[in-house]
Each structure stands twice: as structure tokens, then as C-alpha cells.
T-cell receptor, first 118, second 112 residues
Framework: AQKVTQAQTEISVVEKEDVTLDCVYE???????LFWYKQPPSGELVFLIR??????QNEISGRYSWNFQKSTSSFNFTITASQVVDSAVYFC???????????????FGKGTKLSVIP | DAGITQSPRHKVTETGTPVTLRCHQT?????MYWYRQDPGHGLRLIHY???????DKGEVSDGYSVSRSKTEDFLLTLESATSSQTSVYFC???????????FGPGTRLTVT
């Protein structure tokens, strides 16, 4: 079973529409971290946000907002008033402890490709 | 932006040849990682390092080896490249293993 599921493979919206990207995760750990990354057409991976499992407060940063709900194991990402520059592949990721060396490993979802049409 | 460079940025090689990709950081971060990105698979961890000369395997380590002789450099070697190793390879760094990783620009490797 996938640890991070991004069910939406591709989404298209018209500029200025709001769009929500879904992320569902699976873990048995009580301490874990969730992330969103953006990969624009140029190919680089850009870190957007980190949330830890003990903090369920929603976060807003400009047009971006994130909704973390432990009850549904979801960490959804909303872009308000989308712009063409938001066109990218967005990855959700989960960091949980591994058995060895007390370290964490990051597991990525397969990504959601967002196209914003002018 | 985190100071991470990868070299080469593009490489075409033939099946059976050895290939080494280099990742260099200027952030003095303890952790370094190698991922590959393939359509339909997202990013998958190949190997990671938690200190100089300390490395461990990731999800897709078969056919790859790594070395880290200095904090700033993490090398990924394909001993005998195969067509299935055609991919985009990303290096990443992090201060702690739990927190966010910062990625290099990627290396596009084609094995013919």
C-alpha cells in the first residue's frame, strides 16, 4: 500500500479559480512530518511547507493554505486565485522514523500535475 | 537557496559503462541523499548518507553504490549502467533526517 497517496494525477483550472490538491498518508508512528514540494516545468524541486504530527493548525501563506487533519490522515493544499505561475507538479511527502540509525526517511507521493489556463 | 550543485547536469552513456554523478553542497548539512525520478513513480530514494563515510540503502539501491569522503561531496556510482537506469537523478541535503530536504538541480542520465 502506498504511504502517500495523491489521487489526482492531473488537474486543470482556469486562472483565478481556487484549487485543492489532496494528499492522504499512512503511518503507524505518532511522530511524523508532512511536506509539500513544488516542481515547476523547469524541473527543480522547491520546498513549500513542513508540518509535524502534533500540530494540526492550518497554515496560510499568501495564496497558499494547508489543511492537516489527523482524523482522516490528510494534508491537503489549496491555492486561492490560481495563477499561471502555479502550473507545476506538486508532491506531498511523509517523513517517519526508520528502524536503523534513528533516522527518518522521506516518502513521496506520485505527484499532482496542476495546469492553470489563462 | 541552499547551495547544492550536481555534475554533470546531462549525460548520455552506453550500456555497461560505469558512471559517477557528483553532488556538492556548501551548507555543511549532515544528511545527503540520492533520488531518482521516473514518470509514474515520483521520487524514490536510492541511497543516503548520515555523515562522512556513513551511508545506507534506500528503496531502489540495486545497481548503485555511493561514497562520501567529505562532508560536502556525495558520489553516486552506477558500476555498469543499464537502460533501466535512464532517469533524472536528484541529490538532496538536510540538517536533520526528519526535516525538509533541499534539492539540487538534477542530472538527466540517458543510458543507450
Amino acid at each position: 500500500a502506498q504511504k502517500v497517496t495523491q489521487a489526482q494525477t492531473e488537474i486543470s483550472v482556469v486562472e483565478k479559480e481556487d484549487v485543492t490538491l489532496d494528499c492522504v498518508y499512512e503511518t503507524r508512528d505518532t511522530t511524523y512530518y508532512l511536506f509539500w514540494y513544488k516542481q515547476p516545468p523547469s524541473g527543480e524541486l522547491v520546498f513549500l511547507i513542513r508540518r509535524n504530527s502534533f500540530d494540526e493548525q492550518n497554515e496560510i501563506s499568501g495564496r497558499y493554505s494547508w489543511n492537516f487533519q489527523k482524523s482522516t490522515s490528510s494534508f491537503n493544499f489549496t491555492i486561492t486565485a490560481s495563477q499561471v505561475v502555479d502550473s507545476a507538479v506538486y508532491f506531498c511527502a511523509l517523513s517517519e522514523a526508520t528502524a536503523g540509525a534513528g533516522s527518518y526517511q522521506l516518502t513521496f507521493g506520485k505527484g499532482t500535475k496542476l495546469s492553470v489556463i489563462p | 537557496d541552499a547551495g547544492i550543485t550536481q555534475s554533470p547536469r546531462h549525460k548520455v552513456t552506453e550500456t555497461g559503462t560505469p558512471v559517477t554523478l557528483r553532488c556538492h553542497q556548501t551548507e555543511n548539512h549532515r544528511y545527503m541523499y540520492w533520488y531518482r525520478q521516473d514518470p509514474g513513480h515520483g521520487l524514490r530514494l536510492i541511497h543516503y548518507s548520515y555523515g562522512v563515510k556513513d551511508t545506507d540503502k534506500g528503496e531502489v539501491s540495486d545497481g548503485y553504490s555511493v561514497s562520501r569522503s567529505k562532508t560536502e561531496d556525495f558520489l553516486l556510482t552506477l558500476e555498469s549502467a543499464t537502460s533501466s537506469q535512464t532517469s533524472v537523478y536528484f541529490c538532496a541535503i538536510s540538517e536533520t533526517s526528519a526535516y525538509e530536504q533541499y534539492f539540487g538541480p538534477g542530472t538527466r542520465l540517458t543510458v543507450t
